[in-house]
């Protein structure tokens, strides 16, 4: 059964701005991960958030963990044209495999 | 140097037919899996090998075979082709289960 669901599934924003993304999931997880995949590229891990932790930040990324909501948002700051590509995420549970969300698909126009 | 690599990168064939396609790891990770992504972007898991033996096996018809010769290397056999296998593979590698995963560009099969 599919665990995480982005929202919202496409946003188009201009460059310099802000990306916000969102990610549901439906049982408790052990971390969360998010990946980036450009067109007819594979994906690329960006961060992983354990289920302990609260937020995270690489470069001008940050993604925030809620447990209680089973929700997790990864921000883009910034966002250049380089940005535009899939975003993902992806919930590990003990002993599972990593199961993905439908994505987030971000475009950046210059 | 590319950490996971598969070929071939585009695969066109008949129906029916039967093909393979190879992944290999340079990364020295333990953990291995092919993934299906659907014309809607779907990622979904196939089968995942730890150390050469198979831990995840979800359900995929037993037409799909993977063959892991040793931990750098999964293979993903398929037998009689069908419509429906048209999609995108894709090799990943992880260190363990639990671990950020490596892709590779994917292979992209289309069944004519």
């Known amino acids: 059964s599919q665990q995480g669901e982005e929202d919202p599934q496409a946003l188009s924003i201009q460059e310099g701005e802000n990306a916000t993304m969102n990610c549901s999931y439906k049982t408790s997880i052990n971390n969360l991960q998010w990946y980036r995949q450009n067109s007819g590229r594979g994906l690329v891990h960006l961060i992983l958030i354990r289920s302990n932790e609260r937020e995270k930040h690489s470069g001008r990324l940050r993604v925030t963990l809620d447990t209680s909501k089973k929700s997790s948002s990864l921000l883009i700051t910034a966002s250049r044209a380089a940005d535009t590509a899939s975003y993902f995420c992806?919930?590990?549970?003990?002993?599972?495999?990593?199961?993905f969300g439908k994505g987030t698909t971000l475009s950046v126009s210059s | 140097d590319t950490a996971v690599s598969q070929t071939p990168k585009y695969l066109v064939t008949q129906m029916g037919n039967d093909k393979s396609i190879k992944c290999e790891q340079n990364?020295?990770?333990?953990?291995m899996y092919w993934y299906k992504q659907d014309s809607k972007k779907f990622l979904k898991i196939m089968f995942s090998?730890?150390?050469?033996?198979?831990?995840i096996n979800e359900t995929v018809p037993n037409r799909f075979s993977p063959k892991s010769p040793d931990k750098a290397h999964l293979n993903l056999h398929i037998n009689s082709l069908e419509l429906g296998d048209s999609a995108v593979y894709f090799c990943a590698s992880s260190q363990e289960g639990d671990q950020p995963q490596h892709f590779g560009d994917g292979t992209r099969l289309s069944i004519l």
């Open positions: 990364l020295g990770h333990d953990t």
């Open positions: 090998y730890n150390n050469k033996e198979l831990i």
């Open positions: 992806a919930c590990n549970q003990a002993g599972t495999a990593l199961i």
